[in-house]
């Protein structure tokens, strides 16, 4: 798992869970396997499942918080397909087919499995059948939220307030800029195109990579001086920071300024846009503070290591 | 912790909200909500 994943996500399910809210988690077994998640193989997707359960659990995330629930067992439920059918029954054909998570890939009819089609309504059905208030997913999710917004208008059922996140950028910045389109809005497009992804390991942080990993891949990543659009350095500062502490330090020797300490993430984007903070101290903070955040993920997967071992090799 | 407390952290950081004031609404009339999100396990 990556920290887009594990840390942009679990901290907001944090956030949440700290506020009042009664969250489940699920696991969409089902939905990997339409979406041929390692080669669609349940069996695989499960294990990687219970892998998740692990993962979020290391950053707080535990039982006792939020409630983990399979999709595998939800499509049992009673009602489940009779509201897939009613949900694809209010939405048109054409609608769906822009949920689909393979929206964007190039890819004639004949190329893909009708079973995509069940996806976007499998999505609103689970919020249905949860019964949830709220919905929360990365921005990449959003129209899948608004059709079921849209639909539960439609069947007079309660509608979701959807939350959406940031989808954190991968570290390679804006320089690999996919030339797919995404979405109709240029900047959602950008987003999800450059965004941290498993499929490029490279320019993602694990949670589990040690602080060796983490340092040569933050000093690697994109970092353009005085430039904060675009910049996946500042991006970790603001998202994943600052959303864990309530400061940020970065440490210089006298002659190139000495230490500072900013306790904004506002004041930090100023700072370097002026050029007061060189890239090269701003990488070495963000790797010391990820590898601090990350200590616990550490510690919890002590005696775990087969595991992670074998989901780095799926 | 107040209604604007809640509000507050559960805002931070989000890039979209649809929409604020059926959220305010909803914290205003539910010590407990519920809420979910799903993740396709995938590594």
């Known amino acids: ?314 | 912790m107040d209604v604007e407390e809640r509000l507050r952290i559960v805002e931070r950081n989000l890039e979209e909200v649809v929409t604020h004031k059926e959220l305010k609404q909803l914290l205003e009339c539910e010590a407990k909500p519920k809420a979910y999100w799903g993740f396709e396990p995938s590594g």
């Not at chain 1, 997913?137 to 608004?146: I, Y």
């Not at chain 1, 509608?159 to 900047?187: M, N």
């Not at chain 1, 400061?247 to 020797?253: A, D, I, K, M």
């Open chain 1, 1 to 314: 798992m990556h920290i887009g994943t594990g840390l942009v996500c679990g901290y907001k399910i944090l956030d949440m869970v700290n506020a009042g809210f009664d969250f489940t988690i699920l696991l969409a077994d089902w939905h990997a396997w339409i979406n041929n998640k390692f080669g669609g193989n349940l069996e695989t997707i499960r294990y990687c499942g219970e892998y998740f359960i692990e993962a979020f659990s290391s950053i707080g995330l535990t039982k006792d918080k939020v409630k983990y629930v399979w999709a595998s067992d939800l499509v049992k439920r009673e009602g489940y397909w009779e509201t897939v059918v009613r949900v694809a029954k209010k939405s048109n054909l054409s609608r769906v087919i822009r949920c689909l998570p393979i929206m964007g890939r190039e890819l004639k009819p004949t190329d893909v499995e009708t079973a995509y089609l069940f996806y976007p309504c499998m999505q609103v059905t689970d919020i249905f059948m949860l019964q949830v208030d709220c919905a929360c997913a990365g921005m990449d999710q959003r129209k899948a939220h608004m059709l079921a917004r849209d639909t539960a208008e439609k069947l007079s059922i309660k509608k979701p307030v959807c939350l959406h996140t940031h989808l954190l950028l991968s570290l390679a910045g804006f320089s690999a800029k996919p030339e797919t389109q995404y979405d109709e809005d240029e900047r959602l497009s950008l987003q999800i195109g450059t965004k941290m992804s498993k499929s490029k390991p490279k320019g993602c942080i694990f949670i589990h990579d040690s602080p060796e990993e983490i340092k040569s891949k933050i000093l690697d990543a994109y970092c353009p001086p005085k430039q904060a659009d675009g910049n996946p350095v500042l991006e970790i500062v603001k998202y994943v920071i600052f959303a864990k502490e309530k400061s940020f330090l970065v440490e210089r020797e006298a002659k190139y300024g000495g230490s500072v300490e900013f306790s904004s993430y506002e004041e930090l984007e100023k700072s370097y846009v002026e050029g007061k903070l060189h890239p090269l101290d701003l990488k070495n903070s963000v790797a010391e503070a990820l590898t601090r955040i990350l200590e616990p993920v550490r510690g919890y997967f002590k005696g775990k290591e087969d595991m992670v071992k074998k989901i780095s090799k799926l």
